[in-house]
């Protein structure tokens, strides 16, 4: 017969939690023999050491240990947090990382101002961030990985309900992309910042020049001035530009 010891000796391979399954089967196992001052079956005991073994799993889970840098990987990361302009809901994002995968990735939530359960403001896969609402709160726009480069997308809000209503339509179409979107106090306009070459004129300019870098044999660079680099990305001689677009433009273009 399996000796109920060694069973749990073999199932619990954490030291602590073997250790307390052991002693608590101990104390068990003497209660129940000064209790009823008799000896069991052998299967009894063998029975009450699967019980005990049930246990590990629960035990284990709430097993302390160091907070790790997998542990801080798995938290998500609360970000740019927006009230809605009539005070009962706020919109964030949250990042999850992959280490695995070495990426990482951004969604939008929303919870009640007073409180509450948050939830997933949209379900798609896409990378999101950076909400704003629109000043009568009606609408909402974001920075969205949907396409690459980065552009900004734009839904209409319910404020009863603090979900999105229908479909999310891109509004900018620039190819160098759409970054940090505010809007006009008016609602009519949004501003945002795109990196560009200083001397091109138009989009079609700076489209033309990437494309041009991009099919370049060459690839060593030279650099006359300071911030050449932002993080693992070479600024290409670029410089960030405020842009204007109409707020009723869907995929469509304004300086």
Same mark, same amino acid.
């Given at each position: 017969?399996?000796?109920?010891?060694?069973?749990?000796?073999?199932?619990?391979?954490?030291?602590?939690?073997?250790?307390?399954?052991?002693?608590?089967?101990?104390?068990?196992?003497?209660?129940?023999?000064?209790?009823?001052?008799?000896?069991?079956?052998?299967?009894?005991? =063998?029975?009450?050491?699967?019980?005990?073994?049930?246990?590990?799993?629960?035990?284990?889970? *709430?097993?302390?240990?160091?907070?790790?840098?997998?542990?801080?990987?798995?938290?998500?990361?609360?970000?740019?947090?927006?009230?809605?302009?009539?005070?009962?809901?706020?919109?964030?994002?949250?990042?999850?990382?992959?280490?695995?995968? *070495?990426?990482?990735?951004?969604?939008?939530?929303?919870?009640?101002?007073?409180?509450?359960?948050?939830?997933?403001?949209?379900?798609?896969?896409?990378?999101?961030?950076?909400?704003?609402?629109?000043?009568?709160?009606?609408?909402?726009?974001?920075?969205?990985?949907?396409?690459?480069?980065?552009?900004?997308?734009?839904?209409?809000?319910?404020?009863?309900?603090?979900?999105?209503?229908?479909?999310?339509?891109?509004?900018?179409?620039?190819?160098?992309?759409?970054?940090?979107?505010?809007?006009?106090?008016?609602?009519?306009?949004?501003?945002?910042?795109?990196?560009?070459?200083?001397?091109? =004129?138009?989009?079609?300019?700076?489209?033309?020049?990437?494309?041009?870098?991009? =099919?370049?044999?060459?690839?060593?660079?030279?650099?006359?001035?300071?911030?050449?680099?932002?993080? *693992?990305?070479?600024?290409?001689?670029?410089?960030?530009?405020?842009?204007?677009?109409?707020?009723?433009?869907?995929?469509?273009?304004?300086?």
């Amino acid at each position: 017969m399996i000796d109920p010891i060694a069973l749990l000796n073999l199932t619990a391979r954490d030291s602590s939690v073997r250790a307390r399954l052991t002693s608590l089967y101990g104390l068990t196992r003497f209660w129940i023999c000064r209790t009823f001052r008799t000896n069991l079956p052998p299967m009894f005991w =063998k029975a009450l050491a699967f019980s005990f073994v049930f246990a590990v799993s629960a035990l284990a889970q *709430n097993a302390k240990h160091p907070f790790t840098f997998e542990d801080m990987m798995k938290l998500k990361r609360v970000d740019e947090p927006v009230p809605s302009p009539d005070g009962k809901w706020v919109v964030f994002s949250t990042t999850d990382v992959d280490l695995e995968a *070495n990426t990482k990735i951004s969604h939008l939530w929303i919870v009640p101002a007073n409180g509450g359960e948050s939830k997933r403001l949209s379900e798609t896969p896409n990378h999101e961030e950076r909400p704003r609402f629109s000043p009568d709160g009606k609408r909402l726009i974001w920075t969205s990985k949907a396409t690459d480069p980065t552009q900004i997308w734009m839904c209409d809000f319910n404020s009863d309900s603090g979900a999105l209503a229908g479909k999310p339509h891109q509004v900018t179409d620039i190819s160098t992309g759409a970054d940090g979107g505010i809007w006009s106090p008016d609602g009519k306009n949004l501003v945002f910042v795109s990196a560009v070459y200083p001397d091109c =004129k138009d989009d079609t300019c700076n489209k033309q020049r990437d494309e041009e870098l991009k =099919k370049s044999k060459v690839k060593a660079k030279i650099f006359t001035r300071l911030f050449y680099r932002h993080w *693992n990305a070479f600024t290409e001689f670029k410089r960030s530009h405020l842009f204007v677009v109409s707020a009723d433009a869907k995929r469509e273009f304004g300086e």
